[in-house]
């Protein structure tokens, strides 16, 4: 079973970074993807980043140019790098696992498998 656990969110000025982390713990096939999800106050959850079998990176289009998805994989570790950020960035970030063969149709509404139980990011000046 896998265990995602983000750590990082808290709050910045528009404008502003942050970097999230996730670590990954359990056993993540190697047929599985990594990416992220975030939450609006009122809104439905939305995808942001993720990794497609071959490591290539998706972005929703309201952060490509902005937000930046990486992993170490001696550690573990899945990241999002928030740059220039906005009001509108204001939520809870999940990281998620699937199989690389659904991840691919969270663009148009898929829910992935494995969740992490969230971190906080505020944008505000």
């Known amino acids: 079973q896998v265990r995602l656990v983000e750590s990082g969110g808290g709050s910045a000025q528009p404008g502003g970074s942050l970097r999230l982390s996730c670590v990954v713990s359990?056993?993540?096939?190697?047929?599985?993807?990594l990416g992220w999800f975030r939450q609006a106050p009122g809104k439905q959850r939305e995808a942001v980043a993720a990794?497609?079998?071959?490591?290539?990176?998706y972005y929703a289009s309201a952060v490509k140019g902005r937000f930046t998805i990486s992993k170490d994989n001696a550690r573990n570790t899945l990241y999002l790098h928030l740059n220039k950020l906005k009001t509108e960035d204001t939520g809870t970030y999940y990281c998620?696992?699937?199989?690389?063969?659904?991840?691919?149709?969270?663009?148009?509404?898929?829910?992935?498998?494995?969740w992490g139980q969230g971190t906080q990011v505020t944008v505000a000046s």
């Open positions: 990794f497609d079998d071959d490591d290539t990176p």
């Open positions: 359990g056993h993540l096939s190697s047929s599985d993807c």
């Open positions: 998620v696992a699937d199989p690389c063969s659904t991840m691919r149709f969270v663009w148009i509404g898929s829910t992935p498998r494995t």
